[in-house]
């Protein structure tokens, strides 16, 4: 039997696109980089509430990718729902690569996780996506799916 991840086309006949091994930009991303993160935490705020902390990312690395953890709550008449608003800072500052005949696509994008419980291994996945664009010089859109290593591993 052989495996479908050494095909170039999934079962359903999806093209897959295989990345090989990224190379992570150190550095800085630039002056106007302050302007879109004062412009987006405030979107952020004026959307989501204030967040209740930053997970700030240690090393320079192009772009900078912070994740903001906002807990939410749903009022609901069998009692309050408490859940949490997990996203990216940072991955809009940059274009993504895009494929020529992209046309109506969104260059820059932030990532956007709800869950029950914030968890640091949440954090770590949101900002290892929120880099792989830019590392692999590609695009995330709706539907894509991530490599995770050859064979794939679970997160």
């Not at 419980?117 to 664009?133: C, D, G, K, N, S």
Request: with cysteine.
């Amino acid at each position: 039997m052989t495996s479908w991840f050494s095909k170039k086309k999934a079962p359903d006949g999806t093209l897959i696109i295989r990345h090989d091994a990224v190379e992570r930009q150190m550095g800085f991303t630039g002056e106007d980089a302050a302007g879109f993160r004062q412009t987006r935490e405030a979107a952020y705020e004026r959307m989501y509430g204030k967040p209740e902390s930053v997970s700030h990312e240690v090393l320079p690395q192009v772009p900078h990718i912070d994740v903001y953890t906002i807990k939410r709550i749903l009022k609901r008449s069998s009692g309050d729902e408490v859940f949490y608003v997990l996203m990216t800072g940072g991955m809009s500052d940059l274009a993504m690569t895009m494929p020529r005949n992209a046309k109506d696509l969104d260059r820059r994008v932030e990532l956007i996780f709800y869950c029950a419980e914030p968890r640091e291994e949440y954090v770590t996945i949101l900002r290892w996506v929120a880099h792989f664009p830019h590392d692999s010089k590609s695009w995330l859109g709706h539907g894509h799916t991530v490599p995770n290593g050859n064979p794939p591993e679970p997160f």
